[in-house]
């Protein structure tokens, strides 16, 4: 049972599925994540495919900045996707809201949101940024510690779970 | 004994062939595009994967489905193996396509629907190819069973060439490549999203997978029986249609269910009758 | 299986009798007693009797019987009084509801009668007048059996259906007096060896499919029982032209008489082509499937018992009966070819219907169709397609039937988008239809194994061939789009039970369990009974289970075995699916926390939907019917007169 | 004091827009601008042959203003977007978002506002969709 | 906005469809409740406001000067052109006559945006009718003007170059020189994928004939770009000659069949036309000064407009003499295309709708700002 | 027809395109605007750069000496490179790295 639990959690290291959703980003970490999928840098070398279906995807890239109307469509895919699952912040207004913080249609950060397990700064991040941080997020999926079960209900950005009160 | 032993030997081989394949697929489509790709082995690891996730399930008895295809599928390629009648073989893949599409119309999802009436559509043009296929296999060899196909003297390929270029639209239909991928697509950049499989997650997307795998080395196996002399030619033929496959897939634009009727009625359903008119007249 | 006459006569006329009489006798105590508890327990009491009789009848297979001379002839008597008595009332009806065709074809039907009284031609004697062999005894196994779990559920049926039409006094002890009397009439029809029994027998199942469609009285009912009587009269008229022709032109009588070797010229072929043109009648064929469209205005089991599930049949039985004799002519290519046509018509027209009702009748012509193209091609191989066929059609329609029954009694509705999620609201009734359907499109099931064999028996006519590959896979579409329909919608996975009249769970129980063991015991019942029914050469040998034959192989048991197996491991993984976290369907993100609900525009909540599909601008009937009907025709003028060549 | 502009005002609107698409001219866009006290620019802005002709239009308070979109249906999207931020409503709009073009209901008042207007329900009149 | 198409065919029940907002045809979320009758779509209604950040009201928060490294985030595709577009306003405001270098540089990178915008297009083109091999390759294109953004931008997609007055970075010579090898290379790579994207069976197949716009009516609703010019209007805003296109020999691209296809075939000739003005500004490009100090605040008003690879781009801007302007008003291309794209749904198969959109290449960020 | 084929083809035979990323890392192109640095020796805390920073990440307290810059709000515009009247802020040639948490005295330092 050990060897299979194992060879689980190789398979979930060599077969990321990636869901994307832009939550208000200018399209610039958007692009740069397609980017990764294409030719020059060729994530599928990681096992990684752009699934587009939170039922299938084992990792959430979110850029941009959060706004009232699609933090819900956040929080909405982030509870349909199956556990284990990272979710991977992209780009400066993904991290903090980044230059738009202030603006009145501005939430800030997908931490606000859902937890999150990876950080990748930039604006926007280049793919090689983009590689590291996905693949981040893979290690931490291997060793454990990523929001393994969602059983308990939809996560929202509350106290416990959020990231900022549970790391450090 | 030697059945017992065939059907096991296919139970076991058929996904590690389909999925070795599908690998090769994937590294051979990485290389036509000018990447590396992934390890021949990532179809095993994503299957695994899944088998390891959560269980989430938007309708129970799309679980139902999922089990019924992959038994469905599985019973075919062992019914291939221990090479018996084709046209069971084919009524019973029929019944995983049939058990695909409700599950995807169990579910809510409007994707999911479209893509199981897509399902059905596809089904509806390519089975009719399908059972002619077999037809003129059985009115060359005088039988439907396979092992009458085993002991023909010479290959069916001399008889039955157009035949076996309408075999090839039902392929690319079956393996689900591009130009008719429109149902159910593994790259899902389109515009059903995952079409019928949108709405499985998890183990239950694995069961898929592998019913897949099986449907593939099926798909292949009547494949090679076009040139059943021996085991290096029916291999070079599978393999020969399968490259086929691939290229297609590459060279060309998604299709629409109506183009697809018109390709597989207009151009296969001819092609094949014609090569029936010649066996009935020959 | 060769028994000459060694079984004591007693006993087999004593079960005819039972078969025929019985259900006379009870359809006449139903009408003149109007005793709800009566009723109650007379129908079941008469399914129980004609079941046994029918089971015993089994063992005494083949038998014939005939009746000394006096007594025929006062039978004989009796039944031609009786026969112009119903072309009377026939006519009276037509007269009545001031239609132009029905007097006009009584009238025409009681001349040719009246012509035979006038100016008799001496035929011999028959003996025997009645025939069991075994497609008899099948055909009086559906009947008596399917039959009367049928009319034992319409007993609960119409105590729902007359509450729902507020009608001030009951008219159920008229409705299944002639329920019954219609059991008896089949009987009859299939076991009656003499021609002239055939007819009449032909007669009372026309009028008792024209009482039963006009029961409602509604004026909808009227119009299509006028169009069923007419359409049926139009069978008859067809019919005693063909016994007239046997009778004066060759003196035969009875299809004992029949002899293969006479049937090859036109003399002998035309009247066979009339015979068979009335089984077509019967069985709807195009162009004549309007009289069972209309039908379905009757109640439901009006629909299961007379027009799916067995009356048609009689239509079958007819051209099965005589298939032996055009079998390797032009008429049979013919026969084969109008079969396969109607199978790929009626499996397209069906799949631009989305009243389930209308869907369900199409798919029953089509079946027929199919089974008359299995006639035609008159191998045997395809004659055990086509008793396979009709045994699994009749059990597996009557199923559908009563199923959909009870979905419109559920939800007031026979369209199919209406059913959509029907499992959150019946789920069992649901769960049982889509096995219904299942038990249609799937293997292992019997009607598979039949469609399997007609598919290997067709392989030597490319029309024919192609047309049954196309019908078979527009078939499935429309099968697997209404089973996807009812399951569909968002669950959360707990099975809500539903009430429904016991005796409705009890003919739904038996009817699918029914397929599944008969399904199971294919290879069995194949040596015990179907090869029998099918002719004297048996077309596969079974062994392990498996059909097997030089064209192919179908491991029946083997088969089954794997499909129970698959089954009990996805129900188990159903019910372990319904702890797993139940997500809302793929959405694009925009889900709201009802199931199925997006956000929409101005952020409104809008329900997604889904429709099914059902190509109107291809399949729809406005647009094929007439092109069918008239494909039809020419199929049909070529039957006919192909065989003056 | 752009060139080529032409003051406005609310009862002139329409015909000077109809006048314009006569003459050929293609609806750019709309600014909005807020003006001291309660006061609100409304710029049209047209092309023709890449050059520029501007409608200017002064509105107070909470006037509703006639919606250009029967004459020009391209302008749905830019009045819409004045009624989400800027809290002025049009009248007569083909396609009425209500006011939730960008902003949830719960951003209050107009971002754009610098005093309250009552964020005004048209639930009076029918949506866009049903016309 | 209901556009009905015959009359409902009574078999034909209808499917409601949320097309995004998360969607993989759609790279940003943008949602379509489409109404669909057996895949044929009767009704398109968009949904916005997925991206909609407020940024124009960043202005009361932001000084002009940090104002061009807002707007240059409305949209990372097209970022060059917002903050060329907004620092040709205030300059205008302020009367700043930007050194002729400066002028240049801004063309050449304006054009080197174009020209990968296209070259993204031409993939997520390819994508959206499951050409993914296509896609791939017109990235690894890409992938090449990208390089040329790095080292000579410092960044590969917001390259942050624009500021009022100027420029902030020089193009060496050696650059220069290390450059038009690379524009060659991808001119190449181009034209070899021509016969490919201009006479595919497949490709021709799923976009002659889809989505329909005609001239007048492309005009009528205000459609700019390539939207516009694949309708035969030969109108680009680069012929008002703003920065230096009127010292450039160009032509708009124009074709007339107002399809899918006729739009895919002007973005890709555009990307042609990108490399020739990129190569025809870098031979121009004189020496002298790359940026002037800008003293003072702005106060006036002013309205200015680039051609965007999407096209028109409006800005309209408003200072009243405050380190802060008082209004920024930016109209992008998609915005106006917008209206076109919703009359161009109705009657088509649904599974046209991503070529259909695509078509129109919506900026989503662009449109909300 | 199929005229990608050739394309196809060419791309099966000619060298891979694809950057071995983690494995092999592409030396950096001059002047690219990788993380942001400061040379907290020569820095005078005067602010030009807090003031001057379009995403506002810069926080700078002359009293205590601090300087704290937030890499989740940053741009990498570089506008704080070119004003720093000291020239002590400068970009590296790498991209910041991802990281799992945010540090703590910044999210501190930045109350947003």
């Not at chain 3, 026969?335 to 989305?354: C, D, E, M, S």
């Not at chain 3, 061939?465 to 959360?492: C, K, Q």
């Not at chain 3, 009937?621 to 060549?645: C, D, F, S, Y």
Request: glycine content about 8%.
């Amino acid at each position: 049972m050990r060897i299979w639990a194992k060879f689980i959690g190789y398979a979930r290291f060599k077969s990321p599925w990636l869901l994307h959703f832009d939550c208000g980003s200018c399209n610039g970490c958007d692009i740069e994540i397609l980017a990764c999928l294409t030719p020059v840098y060729d994530l599928e070398r990681f096992g990684i495919v752009n699934v587009g279906n939170p039922l299938h995807a084992d990792v959430l890239l979110v850029s941009g900045t959060v706004n009232p109307r699609n933090r819900i469509v956040l929080e909405n895919l982030f509870n349909q996707m199956p556990a284990p699952k990272v979710v991977v912040a992209i780009g400066a207004c993904g991290l903090s809201g980044g230059i738009f913080r202030g603006a009145y249609n501005v939430v800030g950060g997908i931490d606000r949101v859902i937890p999150v397990d990876v950080y990748v700064p930039g604006c926007p991040p280049r793919p090689e940024a983009i590689i590291d941080g996905v693949r981040l997020g893979l290690e931490k999926l291997r060793t454990g510690g990523v929001t393994l079960d969602s059983k308990d209900g939809p996560i929202g950005a509350t106290k416990e779970n959020h990231p900022c009160s549970r790391t450090n | 004994m030697r059945n017992a032993l065939l059907a096991l030997s296919g139970l076991l081989a058929a996904p590690l062939a389909g999925s070795l394949l599908i690998g090769l697929d994937r590294i051979l489509t990485a290389r036509l595009q000018s990447r590396i790709g992934p390890p021949v082995l990532q179809p095993i690891f994503d299957v695994v994967k899944l088998f390891g996730k959560e269980r989430v399930v938007v309708n129970a008895w799309q679980a139902f489905s999922a089990y019924a295809y992959l038994a469905a599928v599985a019973v075919a390629v062992v019914l291939f193996f221990i090479r018996s009648d084709l046209l069971v073989i084919f009524l019973i893949q029929a019944v995983g396509t049939v058990f695909i599409v409700v599950g995807a119309l169990a579910s809510a999802s409007p994707f999911s629907q479209v893509g199981g009436y897509r399902e059905l559509l596809q089904s509806l043009a390519c089975e009719p190819l399908l059972v002619l296929v077999i037809a003129g296999i059985y009115l060359e060899t005088g039988s439907f069973a396979i092992t009458a196909v085993d002991r023909w003297p010479q290959p069916l390929m001399v008889r039955l060439p157009l035949l076996f270029i309408s075999l090839l639209f039902v392929m690319a239909v079956k393996l689900r490549k591009s130009p008719f991928d429109f149902a159910a697509c593994r790259h899902a950049h389109q515009e059903l999203v995952g079409g019928v499989l949108t709405d499985y997650s998890g183990p239950f997307l694995a069961l898929i997978e592998v019913g897949h795998w099986f449907e593939t080395v099926l798909m292949l196996g009547i494949c090679s029986l076009f040139w059943a002399d021996n085991w290096a030619a029916m291999l070079a033929l599978a393999g020969a249609a399968y490259l086929t496959m691939v290229w297609l897939d590459n060279v060309t634009a998604r299709m629409n269910w109506r183009l697809l009727f018109g390709y597989a009625w207009l151009l296969g359903l001819p092609l094949a009758l014609i090569n029936l008119f010649w066996l009935y007249r020959g | 299986m060769h028994f000459q006459r060694v079984k004591p006569v007693r006993t087999t006329e004593i079960i005819v009798a039972i078969l025929i009489l019985w259900p006379l006798a009870a359809a006449i105590l139903c009408y003149l007693v109007r005793s709800d508890r009566l009723r109650n327990k007379l129908v079941p009491v008469t399914g129980v009797l004609l079941t046994t009789a029918a089971l015993l009848l089994s063992i005494h297979i083949p038998f014939s019987f005939g009746l000394e001379p006096s007594a025929e002839k006062v039978i004989d008597v009796l039944i031609l009084s009786i026969d112009i008595l119903l072309l009377g009332v026939i006519l009276f009806i037509g007269l009545r509801h001031r239609h132009r065709l029905i007097p006009i074809l009584a009238i025409l039907q009681l001349v040719l009668i009246g012509f035979n009284e006038f100016y008799p031609v001496p035929t011999p004697r028959v003996n025997p007048i009645v025939h069991c062999d075994a497609l008899s005894l099948l055909l009086v196994l559906i009947v008596s059996i399917v039959g009367s779990v049928i009319c034992v559920q319409a007993l609960a049926y119409m105590k729902t259906h007359e509450a729902h039409l507020q009608l001030s006094a009951s008219r159920q002890h008229r409705f299944f007096a002639v329920m019954l009397l219609f059991l008896a009439a089949m009987n009859g029809l299939v076991l009656a060896d003499k021609l002239s029994y055939l007819y009449f027998f032909f007669e009372i199942t026309t009028i008792c499919s024209y009482l039963l469609i006009a029961h409602d009285a509604t004026p909808a009912a009227i119009t299509n029982a006028l169009r069923a009587l007419w359409i049926n009269s139009f069978g008859g008229l067809a019919l005693v032209a063909a016994v007239l022709w046997f009778a004066r032109f060759h003196g035969i009588n009875a299809f004992q008489q029949f002899k293969a070797d006479d049937f090859r010229s036109a003399v002998w072929l035309l009247p066979l082509a009339f015979m068979c043109l009335a089984g077509f009648v019967k069985a709807a064929q195009f162009p004549f499937q309007s009289w069972l469209l209309g039908a379905m205005v009757a109640p439901t089991p009006v629909s299961a018992l007379l027009h799916s599930s067995t009356m048609v049949k009689a239509g079958v039985y007819l051209v099965l009966r005589v298939a032996p004799f055009f079998q390797d002519t032009f008429l049979g290519l013919c026969v084969a070819l109008f079969g396969a046509f109607a199978f790929l018509a009626a499996a397209a027209l069906a799949l631009g219907q989305r009243n389930g009702k209308r869907v369900l009748a199409y798919s029953t012509i089509s079946n027929l169709g199919l089974m008359f193209a299995c006639a035609g091609f008159g191998t045997p191989m395809a004659l055990t397609a086509a008793v396979i066929l009709l045994l699994f059609h009749a059990v597996t329609k009557a199923l559908l039937f009563l199923c959909v029954g009870a979905i419109e009694q559920g939800i007031d509705s026979r369209d199919i988008e209406d059913m959509r999620g029907l499992y959150t609201r019946m789920p069992l009734t649901a769960l049982i239809t889509v096995a219904g359907v299942i038990f249609m499109i799937m293997p292992p099931f019997g009607l598979l194994v039949g469609k399997w064999m007609a598919l290997e028996a067709a392989a030597r006519n490319l029309a024919a061939l192609l047309m049954l590959a196309l019908g078979s896979a527009l078939t499935v579409m429309y099968w697997a789009r209404w089973a996807g329909t009812l399951m569909s919608d968002p669950l959360d996975g707990r099975f809500r039970p539903e009430s429904q009249p016991v005796l409705t769970w009890g003919a739904l129980g038996i009817l699918s369990f029914g397929i599944v063991a008969l399904s199971t015991a294919v290879p069995w019942l194949y040596g015990a009974l179907l090869q029998a029914a099918a002719g004297d050469v048996p077309a596969y040998s079974v062994h392990n289970g498996a059909m097997e034959n030089p064209t192919g192989i179908f491991s029946v048991f083997p088969l089954c075995l794997a499909a129970g197996f698959g089954f009990i491991l996805a129900l188990g993984a159903v019910r372990h699916a319904r702890q797993a976290r139940i997500v809302s369907p793929y959405m694009c993100g925009a889900q709201q926390p009802e199931p199925g609900v997006f956000t929409g525009p101005m952020n409104q909540p809008v329900k997604s939907e889904a429709g099914n599909y059902y190509f109107a601008f291809l399949f729809g009937e406005e647009r094929l019917t007439g092109w069918i009907n008239a494909g039809a025709l020419l199929l049909l003028t070529l039957l006919i007169g192909g065989t003056l060549r | 004091m752009l060139a080529n502009e032409l003051i406005i005002g609310l009862d002139s609107l329409l015909g000077e827009a109809a006048r314009l698409k006569r003459d050929g001219y293609r609806f750019v866009t709309m600014t909005a601008l807020r003006l001291n006290g309660t006061r609100t620019e409304i710029l049209y802005h047209f092309d023709r042959e890449l050059h520029f002709r501007h409608l200017r239009l002064t509105v107070t308070g909470d006037a509703t203003v006639p919606s250009i979109t029967p004459v020009y249906f391209g302008a749905f999207l830019a009045e819409n977007e004045i009624q989400d931020l800027f809290g002025i409503l049009f009248e007569g709009l083909v396609i009425d978002y209500r006011r939730t073009l960008f902003l949830e209901t719960s951003i209050e008042p107009a971002p754009f506002c610098r005093f309250n207007v009552k964020r005004k329900a048209k639930s009076d009149s029918p949506a866009g969709e049903e016309r | 906005m209901k556009v009905q198409t015959k009359d409902a065919l009574r078999l034909k029940p209808r499917s409601v469809i949320p097309f995004g907002p998360q969607h993989p045809v759609f790279p940003e979320p943008l949602q379509l409740k489409l109404t669909v009758e057996e895949e044929m779509i009767t009704e398109a209604i968009p949904v916005f406001g997925y991206v909609h950040r407020g940024l124009e009201q960043l202005c009361a928060q932001r000084d002009f000067h940090q104002m061009v490294q807002v707007v240059e985030r409305v949209c990372g595709i097209c970022s060059v052109m917002h903050a060329m577009c907004y620092c040709q306003a205030i300059e205008e405001i302020m009367a700043v006559e930007v050194p002729r270098r400066a002028v240049y540089l801004r063309t050449i990178w304006a054009e080197l945006h174009r020209l990968q915008s296209h070259l993204l297009w031409l993939g997520l083109f390819a994508d959206s009718f499951g050409f993914e091999s296509l896609f791939m390759q017109f990235w690894r294109i890409r992938e090449k003007v990208l390089d040329i953004n790095e080292a000579t931008a410092g960044n590969r997609v917001i390259v942050s170059i624009n500021v009022v007055g100027g420029v902030r970075r020089d193009l060496a010579a050696e650059n220069v020189r290390w450059l038009l090898p690379i524009l060659e290379q991808v001119e190449t790579d181009i034209r070899r994928l021509e016969s490919t994207v201009i006479d595919d069976v497949t490709i021709r197949k799923r976009t002659v004939g889809k989505g329909i716009l005609n001239g007048d009516r492309a005009r009528e609703l205000g459609a700019v770009g390539p939207t516009l010019r694949g309708s035969g209007v030969a109108q680009d805003t680069r012929q008002t000659g703003y920065a230096v296109y009127a010292e450039l020999d160009f032509q708009p691209v124009v074709e007339t069949s107002g399809d899918c296809y006729a739009r895919c075939r002007v973005r890709f000739y555009e990307t042609l036309q990108s490399i020739d003005l990129i190569r025809q500004a870098v031979a121009g490009m004189p020496p002298g000064d790359i940026a002037v100090t800008v003293k003072g605040r702005p106060q006036g008003e002013a309205v200015a407009r680039v051609e965007q690879p999407r096209g028109e781009l409006f800005y309209y801007i408003k200072a009243d003499g405050s380190k802060n302007l008082e209004r920024v008003r930016i109209r992008a291309p998609s915005f106006a295309n917008m209206p076109s794209l919703v009359t161009m749904l109705p009657g088509m198969w649904f599974s046209d709708v991503p070529v259909i959109v695509l078509s129109i290449d919506p900026c989503i960020s662009c449109t909300e700002r | 027809m199929f005229s990608m084929t050739s394309t196809v083809l060419r791309n099966l035979v000619t060298r891979k395109s694809t950057r071995l990323y983690p494995q092999e890392v592409r030396s950096p192109f001059e002047r690219v605007r990788g993380d942001l640095e400061r040379e907290a020796a020569n820095c005078t805390y005067c602010g030009v750069c807090a003031a001057k920073c379009p995403s506002q990440c810069i926080r700078v307290k002359k009293a205590t000496a601090t300087w704290i810059h937030d890499p989740t709000a940053c741009v990498f515009c570089g506008t704080c490179v070119e004003t720093c009247p000291e020239k002590c802020l400068h970009h590296t040639e790498r991209p910041r790295p991802p990281f799992t948490a945010k540090d703590a005295t910044i999210t501190e330092g930045f109350k947003y």
